[in-house]
């Protein structure tokens, strides 16, 4: 009797697992992006794996040349209402751009710099 409990317990109280997934766009078109996309996935998973929060978060990616020593911009665009509190759960699309201009550029690892400008976008 116990144990047809525990699986009806289990069958019919188990909730679906929250998880946050992460979508990169605008590299398809970019020769030196879309070479990477295996490194900026597993940024990605970096807080795929870790944030239990059922969104999904579009982030464009873009190569430009940004001024000074800048090696990327990492941004989010939130829905938001005046009177509102910005938070996680306003996000609703992202961007990063790379920067390019810089002679050193591919002496960076780009796998810190993905995860840390998506900490940005997030």
């Not at 144990?3 to 909730?15: E, I, P």
């Not at 996935?41 to 430009?64: F, G, H, K, P």
């Amino acid at each position: 009797m116990k144990k047809t409990l525990l699986a009806l317990a289990c069958a019919f109280g188990a909730s679906p697992a929250l998880a946050l997934s992460i979508n990169f766009t605008g590299y398809e078109n970019n020769s030196y992006l879309s070479g990477q996309m295996e490194i900026l996935n597993l940024a990605a998973w970096q807080y795929e794996s870790r944030i239990m929060d059922d969104r999904v978060i579009n982030v464009e990616l873009s190569t430009v040349s940004l001024p000074g020593n800048t090696l990327a911009i990492g941004w989010s665009q939130w829905q938001w209402m005046p009177g509102e509190v910005i938070t996680v759960d306003n996000i609703t699309y992202g961007g990063i751009n790379f920067n390019t201009g810089i002679s050193a550029f591919n002496r960076y690892d780009l796998y810190s710099l993905a995860v840390h400008e998506l900490g940005h976008v997030y």
